[in-house]
C-alpha cells in the first residue's frame, strides 16, 4: 500500500529512487547506486552534527557545569563518541557498497546482483537504526543544556541579591 503525501497527496517517497510497492526485491542496481550516494552525503551531515554536539558540552557547557551534572554530561560525551564511531563505520560500509554496486552497473557479472541487495537491505535498516537513535541524543543534549543554562542562570541571579 502507496503512502500519499499530505501536501501534494502523490505517492510519498521516503528514499532515493526506491520502488515502493516491490520494495527492495527488485530494486535495480542505479537505485541502490543513488541511494548510497545519498546515504553517504546523509553520513557527512552527522558526522558534522556530531561534531557541533561535541563541540557544544565540550567548549560551552563544561565550563558552565556544576557537581551534580558532571556525571550526565560524561556519559553523553561518551555516548557522542560511540554515536561517532559508529557513523564512521556505517560510512566505510557504504563506501564498499557503493564501490559494488559501481562495479555491478559496469559488469553485471562483477558481483551477485541479490547479495548487492542483501547488503543494501541490511545498511537501510542499519543506517534507519542509526538516524533515530542520533535524534534521540540530540534532544537529550538540547535538553541537558537547555536545564544547565536555566540553573547557571538562576545561580547568577540569586548571587547578584
Given amino acids: 500500500m ?3 503525501s499530505k501536501k ?3 505517492p510519498r517517497t521516503d528514499r532515493v529512487n526506491r520502488p515502493e510497492t516491490e520494495g527492495l526485491a527488485r530494486i535495480s542496481p542505479e537505485q541502490m547506486y543513488y541511494m548510497s550516494e545519498h546515504w553517504l552525503s546523509d553520513m557527512k551531515f552527522y558526522e558534522d552534527e556530531l561534531g557541533f554536539l561535541q563541540n557544544l558540552i565540550a567548549k560551552y ?3 558552565l557545569i556544576d557537581d551534580k551534572h558532571i556525571e550526565d554530561t560524561r556519559i553523553m560525551v561518551s555516548k557522542l563518541r560511540e554515536m561517532d564511531k559508529e557513523r ?3 560510512e566505510s560500509r557504504i563506501k564498499i557498497h557503493f564501490k559494488h554496486i559501481a562495479e555491478l552497473i559496469e ?3 562483477s558481483h551477485d546482483l541479490q547479495s548487492s541487495r542483501d547488503e ?3 545498511l537501510e535498516i542499519r543506517i534507519a ?3 533515530k537513535e542520533f535524534r534521540v541524543m540530540k ?3 538540547f535538553r541537558h543544556t537547555e536545564m544547565i543554562m536555566e540553573t547557571e542562570k538562576a545561580t547568577h541571579l540569586l548571587s547578584r541579591e
Wanted: charged residues 20%.
Fill in 129 to 131: 537504526a542509526f538516524m
Fill in 120 to 122: 543494501h537491505a541490511e
Fill in 8 to 10: 501534494s497527496g502523490k
Fill in 61 to 63: 557547557l563544561m565550563w
Fill in 2 to 4: 502507496k503512502t500519499l
Fill in 107 to 109: 559488469n553485471p557479472f
Fill in 139 to 141: 534532544v537529550k543534549v
Fill in 88 to 90: 564512521d563505520q556505517i
